[in-house]
């Protein structure tokens, strides 16, 4: 088995269209549990709105911090699930159930395993 991340992306909306929104938490809750319950569910969380973030970079040695997201997108980072699939055709099956699926977009990725990362790491030790 391997982890997925589902990032859950969807345009910014008015307090009225996200009160709307709101009223799906139970279909939230519900996908939720049937993760959990078919031993898919490893964590999730949902994101505070665009205004609370910070981004950082560093560049000649400096950190740079602005306040909110470096990229100005269409559609905001608003949460992910991670999940452990059999693979990745059972990862998609999944985002597809995800309600914002319907008005957002959901990104599945696969989370790269520690040995990947470490063969990484192992092969640029080597080169420098």
């Known amino acids: 088995m391997s982890q997925y991340m589902l990032l859950l992306y969807a345009p910014e909306v008015n307090e009225a269209e996200q009160a709307q929104r709101e009223t799906e ?23 505070h709105a665009v205004p609370s973030a910070t981004t950082v970079r560093v560049r000649g040695g400096d950190a740079e911090i602005t306040d909110g997201p470096f990229a100005v997108t269409k559609e905001i980072l608003g949460g992910y699930f991670l999940l452990e699939c059999r693979d990745l055709d059972e990862a998609l ?36």
């Not at 699926?101 to 989370?111: D, F, H, T």
């Open 25 to 47: 938490l139970p279909l939230w809750q519900e996908l939720t549990e049937s993760l959990q319950e078919a031993g898919l569910y490893v964590a999730s969380g949902r994101l």
């Open 93 to 128: 099956r999944q985002a597809a159930r995800v309600p914002l699926a319907r008005y957002g977009s959901v990104e599945v990725r696969p989370v790269m395993e520690m040995s990947e990362f470490e063969a990484l790491y192992e092969a640029a030790a080597g080169q420098a």
